[in-house]
């Protein structure tokens, strides 16, 4: 009887494990089925139009608009990668480093590197296998600690050792990891539209809802075919996450132009432009939850209302994993896509937070 008892914790863990997995893969399988029923309903209504594919050989002027930057480049030494980045701003002012989401690239944080320049060095990054940073060919390379890695590595190449820290979606899910292995690395926090990362696996395993509009993660996991169904129809998919009524930007917000969306699909339809990007997704479930995750770092946690892929309801219970000064602000009727959609109000209270003296909890 003792030694059942003993192992009876063990037991636990493997049901749980053995039913997470079940999990996974079973709604992999799911998202799969439904993808590949789409894809079998756009051959049947329109076979010519779903394959095909304009041809994009050079990228529109907004990519090159010097009010937005210089293009760098900067090689890691450790693993031999070429990261793309624009930076604005003076050398030697404090550093405000942007991670963008999916699916996304430096390009996203316009309006951030017009507003911030005047007082930091802005440095908006391609990340890991996105635009024209370097993209390893294997998912391994794309595992949770590589990516904290990253932004270590890129701000001693800098020659900072401390930023201002702001990430969004994906970005946001890095942003809180670099703030909790290397917390001495970030004198502020700014995460728009992501919790804290266990927050989010917690919540994700309780609430179907969440688990539904989280079924990319998943889908996701499939070996090629999530990046055949990006590309069909044009990238139509890729434009649809934008500009759709349910996933888009907000009927009152700052609406992509015509360039803009250009500028997307320009990037994501290079080739094997969006493995890279993928394949973070597809070490996730591997890594998460974390064993260590408090963040002792002043944090800004800014929300869409109709963020379409999360609940708005994890926002408010991340603030119990930051063990520090915390703000939040909602912004009602507006969407995932926030630092493009309201950036006026995304950059005011990313300067009132940047300028109001932060205490740390008692």
């Not at 992509?256 to 990007?277: H, K, M, N, R």
């Amino acid at each position: 009887m003792a030694r059942l008892r003993g192992r009876l914790p063990r037991l636990r863990v493997a049901i749980r494990a053995l039913l997470f997995w079940s999990l996974v893969y079973g709604y992999c399988g799911l998202c799969a089925s439904i993808h590949l029923l789409r894809l079998l309903w756009s051959i049947g209504k329109a076979p010519t139009r779903t394959f095909r594919r304009v041809a994009r050989e050079h990228p529109p002027a907004c990519l090159s608009d010097p009010s937005l930057g210089t293009h760098c480049y900067v090689r890691i030494k450790d693993s031999g990668l070429r990261f793309h980045y624009v930076a604005a701003g003076e050398r030697g002012k404090p550093l405000m480093l942007l991670l963008h989401g999916f699916p996304e690239f430096w390009y996203s944080w316009r309006h951030q590197l017009r507003e911030f320049k005047s007082e930091y060095r802005i440095v908006a990054l391609d990340l890991r296998g996105y635009g024209e940073t370097d993209a390893p060919s294997h998912r391994d390379n794309y595992k949770l600690d590589c990516l904290v890695t990253d932004i270590k590595d890129i701000l001693d190449s800098l020659g900072y050792s401390k930023c201002v820290l702001v990430g969004h979606d994906w970005g946001g899910m890095i942003a809180w990891l670099i703030a909790i292995c290397y917390p001495e690395m970030v004198m502020k926090l700014v995460v728009i539209n992501f919790p804290h990362p266990n927050v989010f696996t917690e919540y994700i395993l309780r609430h179907p809802v969440q688990l539904f509009k989280s079924s990319y993660y998943y889908f996701f996991q499939i070996p090629w075919f999530p990046e055949f169904m990006f590309s069909i129809n044009d990238f139509k998919a890729l434009k649809h996450l934008f500009t759709s009524h349910s996933t888009g930007i907000g009927k009152k917000g700052c609406r992509l132009t015509t360039e803009d969306l250009e500028a997307y699909i320009y990037v994501f339809s290079q080739p094997g432009a969006l493995s890279g990007p993928i394949n973070h997704y597809r070490n996730i479930f591997s890594c998460l939850p974390l064993k260590h995750h408090m963040v002792t770092t002043p944090t800004l946690l800014l929300w869409g209302e109709k963020d379409a892929f999360m609940e708005v309801e994890m926002a408010e219970v991340t603030k119990i994993y930051v063990k520090n000064y915390f703000r939040l602000t909602i912004l009602s009727e507006a969407s995932h896509w926030l630092q493009q959609e309201q950036p006026d109000i995304v950059n005011k209270l990313i300067w009132t937070f940047l300028k109001e003296e932060t205490r740390k909890k008692d």
